[in-house]
């Protein structure tokens, strides 16, 4: 942060002729553009503005000098571009200019390609040739009439017909794929039509395209696809360095106790082969690598991932360490708690607590002292313990259960803490993302898919909702002496629920629970329902997770289209936790009032209905729900261009071929600017300023350091004394231009009569990726690369201040594409 002018930044120059040969004083009766902003920014720190009723003329002169302020912004070439790259850094949450040695480099890629090919591996059978080669193309006998598909030369169409039909040159009939375009019908040959076409599935509720593509004319379809191609490029990069910058993170590794041995002999169960696995897994992150473990583990409910947390957590409180359960719901980390509790009872030097609103204040200070303390070792809560009150005296691990149960806010503070502390996550159905990052081996992931052998599958029932259908299904539980989860999606219907079962079963005791209700009330009521008491429990998607009752075998989902496909599966999960089958009833109103995403939802749901299938269906979920969740919602809309199937084959090619968008930067001492231009100051412009020579020399210096040191002075620069003449507008252009040279791998620019030419490091993919990812067709049109060259031929020989703007203007273009390449 720069809190007065004269300290922007540390003085430091390296190559002094470039600016100080600027400061030329001009003549005293030389113009001096833009001097009334300045003096009224002047102005405008030292006047109160008065209200519009009584507005001064000081004031109304400071509002104006405010709105041609703006204005200049808004077309200002310098602001637009730090708005831009300042936008990305947001986005990234990288900064800048930071480089790797090239022997990292090297190092990190491979790293990074091994772990991809093993992500592959795991994208079992249907979808991986023999050849290892991944593809998301659509078998065409797979396709129905009316569905949509994607040409990959010639963009979407709709499938027609799979028909016999004789070629020109030939005298017997084949088969061929019709497809209906926007102005006719193509016939593809069916062997052709499988290497090219992929099934286009829209990452939002409606399956129709905005529009189908032109046979006459490809064009439009290009551009759609080299669009889809740079946000591929830019979600690779995210991905690589979110990878790399975990790999560089380093912690000691823990020993590995002999105790262990008697603390693993504590679980009453055989474990199963994948349970296996994940221990193996979870122990050699922990006490054979330094960097800080980040591990998924994908299991079914009631299948023993709860084991793999108590392991890992036994692990690192040995060792000194603290540990944090993070749940959801109050309900999930009571259980949590109990168990941890239980489990960890014959260790009374291990302390364990629960932090949450049910707690007196002074039961939570004196918790919150603990954890400070260090005399609090396993923290069990919900979001709570991300709060800022909470502060940890030794976190060494972080147990996040079911994280797409976590607000936006919760995840981005869960992710802080995968750079200091190892991270285990839990989950039935994982979250998108969170797949797609383990499927690709960005993210180690451990699959429990096995059922335990006392486990029977959940018998699944979707049907039209009748109260016939309601009541004859609670009876047939509580006869056989089992309990009924009722399950509703809002509060709003739990009443009239409660009065039509009370009317039907007065004899039962039946509640209501959801998250509305006061602690104390809801607390006692999940107690009732888990002894026993209370037979029927009437609630909202609160019980969705952690609830492990064994006597209650039913549960009953009303509205069933207003749920989420992870929801609903996590809901069924409830139920069939012991050896006896287990009913999940899911009603929805009318069939003709659901989507057409619904109706697909449910019947995938269905379709998994046998046990270990949560890993498939989340799988599946990904094509249904969208893709907002995968990388956030502005890729929504370039994964619409040109469908999921095709965009995640794009993105899978783009993984295997990463060491081909990599940028080698240049230092920029090294950079030559071979334009001859030194405007002259104006001598009333340099008077105006305070130290000039310190302040250039600080220019220069920000610009060496990196492009966003450069926009910060530039941003401060113009916060003290308002928009600079032209004159100084030219030479941080100057700066500019030499700063994202240096970034962009260019190391020399120069013109020679009406051709401009920068002389470069980088290769002609990734030229023709930046040329992909500029918004201007001006200077799009103009460049081409031949001989390690970036070339423009102009309409005409610029002079000189106005070839550096256009200089500028390209580099800044050029500029754009960055965040999708590596840089080092």
């Keep these: 942060m720069w809190l007065c002018r004269a300290h922007l930044f540390p003085v430091a120059i390296s190559e002094p002729d470039l600016l100080l040969s600027s400061i030329r004083p001009a003549s005293a009766t030389s113009p001096l553009k833009n001097s009334p902003t300045s003096f009224t920014k002047k102005i405008k720190r030292q006047l109160p503005v008065a209200s519009s009723l009584y507005a001064s003329p000081g004031a109304v002169a400071v509002k104006l000098a405010q709105r041609r302020d703006r204005i200049e912004e808004e077309t200002d070439d310098i602001a637009l571009l730090n708005a831009r790259i300042r936008r990305d850094h947001v986005r990234r949450e990288v900064s800048g200019g930071t480089a790797m040695a090239p022997h ?107 529009t189908l593509s032109k046979l006459s004319d490809t064009s439009l379809w290009e551009k759609r696809r080299k669009k889809g191609k740079v946000a591929v490029q830019r979600m690779v990069v995210d991905l690589m360095e979110l990878y790399l910058h975990r790999l560089k993170q380093k912690r000691c590794p823990y020993p590995k106790s002999p105790a262990m041995d008697e603390f693993t002999a504590q679980f009453l169960y055989e474990p199963t082969p994948d349970q296996k696995q994940a221990f193996f897994d979870v122990e050699k992150d922990l006490t054979e690598r330094e960097a800080p473990m980040d591990r998924l583990i994908c299991g079914d409910v009631g299948f023993g991932k709860t084991e793999v947390a108590l392991r890992a957590i036994y692990c690192v409180v040995s060792a000194g360490k603290q540990a944090m359960v993070l749940a959801p719901t109050i309900v999930l980390a009571k259980q949590h708690y109990a168990v941890i509790s239980q489990r960890f009872s014959n260790y009374p030097d291990i302390n364990v607590g629960l932090l949450s609103r049910f707690q007196t204040k002074a039961e939570k200070d004196e918790y919150l002292e603990m954890i400070k303390d260090g005399n609090l070792h396993i923290i069990v809560g919900t979001h ?54 383990a499927l690709t081996g960005f993210r180690d992931a451990s699959l429990i898919s096995t059922p335990p052998p006392e486990r029977v599958p959940i018998k699944t029932h979707l049907s039209a909702f009748t109260k016939g259908k309601v009541t004859s299904a609670i009876k047939y539980e509580l006869d056989r002496g089992g309990q009924v989860f009722y399950v509703l999606p809002r509060i709003m219907g739990l009443e009239e629920v409660m009065e039509f079962l009370e009317q039907s079963f007065p004899d039962i005791e039946i509640a209501i629970a959801h998250g509305k209700q006061y602690s104390k009330q809801l607390e006692d009521t999940m107690e009732r329902f888990a002894q026993g008491s209370i037979k029927i429990l009437i609630c909202t998607n609160i019980v969705e997770s952690g609830l492990d009752i064994q006597n209650a075998n039913t549960i009953i989902v009303q509205d069933v289209q207003q749920f989420g496909l992870a929801q609903l599966y996590q809901l069924r999960g409830r139920v069939g936790r012991s050896d006896k089958e287990a009913h999940a009833y899911l009603f929805y109103p009318d069939k003709l009032s659901l989507s057409e995403q619904a109706l697909e939802r449910l019947a995938a749901l269905e379709e998994c209905r046998n046990l270990g299938q949560g890993f498939q269906l989340a799988e599946r979920d990904m094509g249904i729900r969208g893709f907002g969740n995968i990388f956030g919602e502005q890729q929504t809309g370039d994964v619409g261009n040109v469908g999921i199937d095709l965009f995640f084959e794009m993105l899978f090619e783009s993984l295997s071929k990463v060491e081909e968008h990599r940028i080698v930067t240049v230092p920029y001492q090294s950079i030559q600017l071979d334009i001859n231009i030194n405007p002259h100051i104006p ?54 231009v030499r700063r994202m040279a240096s970034d962009l791998g260019i190391s020399r620019i120069f013109a020679s009569g009406k051709m401009v030419v920068m002389e470069t490091n980088m290769n002609k993919k990734i030229f023709s990726l930046m040329l992909d990812s500029m918004t201007s067709d001006i200077h799009r049109n103009v460049l081409i690369f031949e001989n390690n060259q970036i070339k423009a031929e102009l309409l005409l020989e610029l002079p000189k201040d106005q070839l550096l703007n256009w200089i500028f203007q390209c580099l800044s273009e050029l500029y754009a594409a960055l965040p999708a390449l590596i840089k080092f």
């Design 384 to 437: 709570s313990l991300l709060g800022s009150r909470v502060v940890y005296n030794k976190l060494g691990l972080l147990v996040v259960d079911e994280e797409q149960r976590f607000g936006v806010k919760q995840k981005e503070k869960i992710a802080s803490f995968k750079t200091s502390v190892d991270v285990l996550t839990l989950s039935a159905t994982p979250i998108p993302r969170t797949l797609y990052l």
């Design 683 to 736: 001598s009333e412009y340099i008077n105006y300023l305070e130290n000039p020579m310190e302040i250039l020399h600080e220019a220069e210096k920000a610009a060496e350091t990196d492009i966003w040191s450069l926009i910060q002075f530039s941003e401060n620069f113009r916060r003290q004394y308002g928009k600079e003449p032209y004159s100084m507008e030219i030479l941080l252009k100057k700066l500019y």
């Design 104 to 210: 990292e480099a090297d190092t990190y890629i491979q790293l990074v390609k091994e772990q991809q090919q093993r992500g592959l591996q795991k994208l079992k059978g249907d979808k991986a040739k023999q050849d290892g080669a991944f593809t998301y193309r659509v078998d065409p006998y797979s396709l129905s009439s009316g569905d949509y598909i994607v040409h990959k030369k010639v963009g979407i169409g709709r499938f027609v017909s799979i028909k016999f039909d004789v070629p020109k040159d030939g005298s017997h009939p084949v088969e061929y794929v019709f497809i209906e375009y926007a102005d006719g019908m193509a016939k593809l040959p069916l062997k052709q039509a499988s290497r090219m076409l992929y099934r286009y599935n829209l990452p939002n509720e409606t399956k129709k395209p905005r």
